[in-house]
Structures are given as C-alpha cells and as structure tokens.
C-alpha cells in the first residue's frame, strides 16, 4: 500500500505534464544536533522567514522528522492502527541541490518526486487572502491528509488531525534543533490550497508549514 501511495504522486506528475520524475534520493536522517531539550526550549512561531532555500539535506531530515520511518514500516510519529493517512508535500523556492518545484514526500524510500514547477510565491500567492508570510517563506511543507484510510466520518477526521498535529510538531522541533525558523499556519483557504497542489482525490491540505532561516 505504501507503495502504491508513492506511485501515485508518480502518475500525478504525469497527469500534471511534469517531466519523467525521477525520485530525489534523500540523505540518510540524522540523529545527531542539538538535545530535544533545547529544541522544546526553543520552539516558537517564526514569521519572518528569508533566504538561503533549503538545502536537499535540511528538508529531508524536516520530512523524515514528520513523516519518516525510524524502523522499518514504521514512522516516527504514531498512527492509528498504523493505516497512516498522512502525505507530505514540499514548495520549494529553489536551492542548488532541490530546484524550484512542488514536491511529495515518500517516507518508505525517503525520497521526494518533483511533481511540477513553482515556489511557494507563485503556488500560494495566487491564492486570495494568502497570509504575506507563508507566500514568501523559502519552503512551505504541507501536511495533507487522506481520512477515509483510518475510516468514515467524524472519528477518522478526527484521528487524522491528530496525526496532523504530531507530524507539525515533529518537524517545527527539527527545523529549531537544525537553526531554522518556522510556523505553523490552518487560517488559509485549506480547500484552495488542495487544489492549487493538485492534491489527488479524498486528499486535503490540512497544515502549511513555512519554513526558512530567521531574519535577524
Ligand atoms: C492549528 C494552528 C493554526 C495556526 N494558524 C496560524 C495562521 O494561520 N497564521 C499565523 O500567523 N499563525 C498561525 N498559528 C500560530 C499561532 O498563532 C501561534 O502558535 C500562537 O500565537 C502561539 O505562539 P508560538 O507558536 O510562538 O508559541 C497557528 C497555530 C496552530 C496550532
């Protein structure tokens, strides 16, 4: 199944007109840096986000803290009866080793597929009453989610956001432990959002994530 999930941001690529992807191999996570202590003491709502982009190795050490396995099969954050409902998506605005694009993570490969072409200026900007911040942060990750793999109606929804949540937190803490600021943002137009990314069907935006370095 996990598997399948991957080749669906795959086939989307293609519905999309992108060229061929091929899936940018990920450096390995790692679990050295700074104490989970400091990164708790440290966390806090970083609006003003700048530039340099992020690099290939800090937005996959980002994905792998909200999404990635820490054992085979199985994910750093928990999820109900293991049926992992979430997907993760990256705008980036363009670094050497990660061009300018939309992206999707696949957490059993840890590897991303380019999807199709943007920043998070020309994907989000487009949107009415987007917040400044977020359009112009160096990354945006989206923490989408497809309920109905948990179940129906409220109780799935519900776990869902749950996972959401844990997913955020997962990846605000790593981008403190890594230097970098970050926030997290729900009071947009979720459902234009899911569109503008071409999310496939039953998936929804749930959580933007800007991510960049703090502007001292
Ligand atoms: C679910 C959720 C949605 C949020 N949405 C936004 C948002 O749309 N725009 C924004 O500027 N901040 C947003 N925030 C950030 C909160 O304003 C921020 O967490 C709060 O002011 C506490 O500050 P702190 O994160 O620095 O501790 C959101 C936070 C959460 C948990």
Redesign the pocket.
């Known amino acids: 199944m996990r598997r399948f999930r991957c080749t669906l941001a795959f086939s989307t690529a293609l519905l999309l007109g992108a060229q061929a992807p091929t899936p940018l191999k990920l450096p390995l996570p790692t679990a050295e840096g700074a104490s989970l202590q400091a990164a708790l003491k440290g ?3 970083v ?1 003003t986000l700048v530039g340099p982009a992020l690099s290939l190795a800090e937005a996959g050490q980002l994905l792998w803290a909200a999404q990635g396995e820490n054992r085979p099969g199985k994910r750093v954050v928990p999820s109900a009866r293991a049926k992992y409902p979430l997907e993760l998506y990256l705008l980036s605005s363009g670094a050497t080793d990660l061009p300018a694009g939309t992206y999707h993570y696949c957490a059993s490969g840890h590897t991303l597929t380019r999807l199709a072409d943007g920043t998070p200026g020309t994907v989000l900007g487009a949107i009415k009453g987007m ?1 400044a ?1 977020i359009k112009d942060a160096p990354a945006v990750f989206v923490v989408a989610g497809e309920a109905s793999r948990i179940g129906e109606g409220a109780p799935a929804l519900n776990l869902t956001y749950y996972e959401a ?1 844990a997913a955020a937190q997962g990846l605000l803490l790593q981008a403190t432990a890594l230097g970098l600021g970050a ?6 137009d979720l459902g234009a959002v899911t569109q503008a990314l071409k999310l496939p069907k039953g998936t929804q935006a749930l ?1 933007l994530l800007p991510v960049g370095h703090v502007k001292l």
């Open positions: 966390r806090a709502t609006r917040q911040w949540g926030g997290t943002a729900s009071g947009v959580i």
